[in-house]
């Protein structure tokens, strides 16, 4: 006589994975925006681009 064990059905939980990885997303997204599209990203930017260009010996 075999014994059946119980095992619980995991069907829903890859799509609760997905579902929080796109809202880690979407927050992450947000949270980058915010950060890029005001003074600090602009000044970020321009300094990077700036030493990208001295690097290269072009500026």
């Known amino acids: ?3 059946r064990t119980f ?3 995991q069907r829903g939980v890859t ?3 997905y579902a929080v990885a796109t809202a ?3 927050g992450f997204a947000g949270l980058l925006y ?3 599209s005001g ?3 602009d000044k970020l930017i321009k300094t990077l ?8 010996g072009l500026g």
């Not at 681009?49 to 290269?56: E, K, Q, T």
């Open 1 to 3: 006589m075999a014994l």
């Open 7 to 9: 095992r619980p059905s």
């Open 15 to 17: 799509t609760a994975e």
């Open 24 to 26: 880690a997303g979407a």
């Open 34 to 36: 915010k950060l890029l």
């Open 39 to 41: 003074g600090f990203g």
């Open 49 to 56: 681009f700036d030493h990208v260009l001295n690097l290269l």
